[in-house]
């Protein structure tokens, strides 16, 4: 019989918490779901722990393709899934016992929502709770909140399966903001909420994003928030032919619809040499930085301070100024040590 609800998780190399993640989707209250648990060419033995799960549990269905990341692994479970709403839960996360119920019985009684998230608890490696993350559940506040950022927890988001892939589901151009790209795309076409309590645990651990990766997914949420913009306007999708994510050093990004973020990551890029010729896409976009832009400029423009081989001078000058309007404290300290230090 087809499930109700198909849970879908991607998993690379993630045998830590896989265990944890998987035993709390076992456990819902709600049974009638499928469990589609696709591996992304795992190689730490992730692999043999998926088999065991689905020789335990008839609802466990494996996928498995070589590594292709996040997005393809996210829209194969998509096409696999049978269940009319689609739940997503990360493989270090773990969802309470009342999730699924109490999202599906929300969604059944509002036909009009395509997307509902939760608020979720933080735990620290050991399952610890550590604190909390409490998205917005007003709706005009959600609708204020995800115009300038993310505002659902991708681990505790459930959607209707025809509505995501009516829109075509995540999309790889927007790489490590590839959840707010659809999100933003199912505000468009329908309803979306979170609910105030704490349906899963979201685990904060020692794998971050690395600076590159911050970089990028700050760059894919402008190139989302530009996407909308265009959508908005009645003229189309204007990220519509991107089948990758944009290189902001290629010629072709500087008459893109994107053209006015190029210049400030270039600036951010740590991979690539940079100079004082990009300073100025800071300067002109200083009260236009959202918060991880901004924090992101002001620590690449205090190592480009400490790398200037040079007397102290007008571009020092410069530097300094425009740290000072992103962290007034951090410009005061590098002015008292010196700018040699």
Same mark, same amino acid.
């Given at each position: ?152 927890? @991708?681990? %505790?988001?459930?959607? #209707?399966?025809? +509505?995501? !892939?009516?829109?075509?589901?995540? =999309?790889? /151009?927007? &790489?490590? $903001? ?26 904060? @651990?020692? %794998?971050?994003?690395? #600076?590159?990766? +911050?970089? !990028?997914?700050?760059?894919?949420? =402008?190139? /989302?928030? &530009?996407? $909308? ?47 004082? &010729? ?64």
């Amino acid at each position: 019989m087809t499930p109700v609800i198909s849970v879908i998780m991607p998993v690379r190399n993630g045998a830590e918490w896989l265990g944890e993640a998987v035993a709390s989707v076992r456990a819902q209250e709600f049974g009638d779901f499928e469990f589609l648990i696709v591996d992304d060419g795992s190689d730490d033995g992730t692999a043999g722990m998926l088999a065991e799960f689905a020789d335990a549990d008839h609802r466990i269905r494996i996928l498995h393709q070589r590594p292709q990341g996040i997005v393809t692994a996210l829209n194969n479970a998509i096409a696999a899934a049978r269940a009319p709403y689609l739940a997503r839960l990360d493989a270090d996360d773990r969802a309470k016992p009342d999730r699924l119920r109490r999202q599906l019985a929300f969604m059944e009684a509002h036909e009009e929502i395509g997307l509902i998230g939760s608020a979720a608890e933080k735990i620290d490696a050991a399952g610890r709770v550590i604190g909390r993350l409490a998205p917005p559940t007003d709706g005009a506040r959600l609708a204020r909140a995800l115009e300038r950022n993310n505002p659902f927890i @991708h681990s %505790s988001v459930m959607m #209707r399966a025809a +509505a995501v !892939r009516g829109l075509g589901g995540y =999309r790889a /151009a927007f &790489r490590a $903001a590839e959840d707010y790209d659809l999100w933003l795309r199912m505000s468009e076409a329908g309803g979306v909420a979170n609910l105030a309590d704490d349906l899963i645990q979201y685990r904060q @651990h020692g %794998s971050n994003l690395s #600076r590159r990766d +911050a970089i !990028r997914q700050a760059f894919s949420v =402008r190139l /989302a928030q &530009r996407s $909308a913009a265009g959508r908005r306007t009645g003229a189309g999708d204007p990220a519509g032919n991107l089948t990758a994510p944009p290189d902001w050093w290629a010629a072709e990004a500087e008459t893109s619809f994107y053209a006015a973020d190029v210049g400030l990551y270039r600036l951010l890029d740590s991979d690539r040499p940079r100079g004082p &010729r990009y300073i100025g896409a800071v300067q002109d976009r200083l009260f236009d930085l959202n918060h991880v832009e901004r924090r992101l400029a002001q620590s690449r423009l205090q190592t480009m301070l400490r790398e200037i081989d040079a007397p102290i001078g007008p571009l020092h000058l410069r530097i300094l100024m425009l740290i000072a309007v992103l962290h007034p404290a951090r410009a005061l300290g590098f002015a008292w040590r010196g700018t040699s230090a």
